[in-house]
């Protein structure tokens, strides 16, 4: 059964860098794109970024210039980076697996999920 | 970009009732759709994809359909574990969830 879990700071300061990290365990990476997605309080569901397990990436074009996804997959993990928070970017940050959209190169639906991490950002 | 819009935004009602939650594409998007549901506190889980497709374990009162613009969920026989927020997500281009569709006791 694969399993996905964050980890990385509950508080960052307006301005600085949110980073997590997700680790991926009882499955590889081979074959799947790597999500993030987030989740504002009491709001719905908007992907981050991902990267695929080839290490190609693509990001939300409304995030485009501050955000980074990498990965280790020696390690089993990926990352995000984003660059420059705000109160808005509050939100509780899901890891997910995307599987590929038939006959595409990009992620489709998303079968597997992490906890999620609860991230504030606040002075 | 494609938008997700679902109806209704909340829906009540009692254990053994039949729910159907809609969504709409501003566009067609084919059968890239799943659905997805989540309850306070945790992650979504994914129930329904390609339109109707049902994801393994997930039991078989869930079903979808549609195809193009508009889609449909369906709860036949509501249990006490279906109560919670539904989303859906178009996966044609980028990939957008609607809104959500709260589903509580009535």
């Known amino acids: 059964q694969v399993q996905l879990q964050e980890s990385g700071p509950a508080l960052v300061k307006p301005a600085e860098t949110l980073s997590l990290t997700c680790t991926v365990s009882?499955?590889?990476?081979?074959?799947?794109?790597w999500m993030w997605i987030r989740q504002p309080p009491g709001k719905g569901l908007e992907w981050v970024g991902f990267i695929y397990y080839k290490g190609g990436t693509n990001y939300n074009p409304s995030l485009r210039n501050r955000v980074t996804v990498s990965a280790d997959t020696s390690k089993s993990q990926f990352s995000l980076n984003l660059y420059s928070v705000t109160a808005a970017d509050t939100a509780v940050y899901f890891c997910a697996r995307g599987v590929p959209k038939e006959g595409s190169s990009s992620p489709g639906f998303f079968d597997y999920w992490g906890q999620g991490a609860q991230v504030t950002v606040s002075s | 970009d494609i938008q997700m819009t679902q109806s209704p935004s909340t829906l009540s009602a009692s254990v053994g009732d039949r729910v159907t939650i809609t969504c709409r594409a501003s566009q067609s998007i084919s059968r890239f759709l799943a659905w997805y549901q989540q309850k306070p506190g945790k992650a979504p889980k994914l129930l329904i994809y390609q339109a109707s497709s049902l994801q393994d374990g997930v039991p078989s009162r869930f079903s979808g359909s549609g195809s193009g613009t508009e889609f449909t969920l369906t709860i036949s026989g509501l249990q006490p574990d279906d109560f919670g927020t539904y989303y859906c997500q178009q996966y044609s281009t980028y990939r957008t969830f609607g809104q959500g569709t709260k589903v509580e006791s009535k």
């Open positions: 009882g499955g590889s990476m081979n074959s799947y794109y």
